[in-house]
């Protein structure tokens, strides 16, 4: 099977040419902020949002294409363990589906990714590329999936022959299967097989996100994640939250953003008590107050009147609390003096 070329860096004349974030990330397009708010909470609450093996989201950026990443709208980072892998989604709020093909434009980035066209970006051995789409009409999502089991299962050069056996697959599965097929221009610079469509059809992702309906399974799903991620645990709080990520999508989405743990952590402390990451800062507060109540307590005068100067010690004290992190003073019960 092909192996794919490697080029040293990242190219600029990408086929398309790279377009201004805003422009790619639709200004402040609902549904992809849902969708983005929507891998904010699995972020937020710790969990996998896709296959549990591939791990936890860490990080998540948006509009990558500038980075070479053809499906740009968001490119998660999920790790389990040491292991690492990105997985690069182009989310679509209209049908995309025609009949019982993939989108033709998903097929060109998925292939041009796949092959190393003009960039570096995608490691066959980890990463996932996909697309987010509303809910498909009939059972095709359900055939879809059937059809990437499939793929995932086996010998990618065996699948091709297999579609072809009557009573083996549907002809909805033969029909995705088709479309996948590497487009012409692509096909006669790199020369790939049926077998190599089956290979990258093992490193596809597809979600539907139903948003649009209501009562909708994926806010629900990402509200529980805001829910079990606050002390309160209360649906009130957790509805507003979820408000907050998606202001939080709609703010970075348009340009090239990114969010990571830490980031929204600190984005979120200040408006919600976090079960997972406390805010301390009124303790710090109250405890620095205390220290300072205690120390203003202590005496330093004799008979509350006559202060003896020490300014050659104080001065030996700040130079050595300059020079480490620790000083221990001795101080001899019988003698002025500060050794």
Known sequence: MYPGNRHSGVKTDMGRRVAPPKATGGGGGGFENNVAAYFLSFLLAGRPPLNPDFGVV????????????????MLLTLTSGSRTRQCAFSAKSGQ??????VPREFVEDAWRQYLHDDTEQFVRARDRLGLI????PGDLFARLNTLLAKARAQDPRDLPTRLQERGYA?????SLFASLACPENLRAKYGPTSADTAELAQHLEFLTADFEIEPSTFQQNAVGNCQSSLTSGSPEEAASLWRELVSIASTHRPVSGYVDRVK?????????????????EEDWSRLLAQAKQGVDAVADR???RVSLPRKAECEQIDAALAAGRAVALLVPSDKSTIL
């Open 58 to 73: 860490s990080r998540i950026d948006f509009q990558t294409r500038v980075d070479g990443w053809f499906l740009d709208d």
């Open 96 to 101: 995309q589906f025609t009949g019982k093909r």
């Open 170 to 174: 549907s002809q909805a599965e033969r």
């Open 264 to 280: 929204l952590v600190d984005r979120l402390r200040s408006k919600f008590r976090l079960r997972d990451y406390p805010d301390h």
């Open 133 to 136: 789409t509303r809910p498909l």
């Open 302 to 304: 004799i008979g509350g």
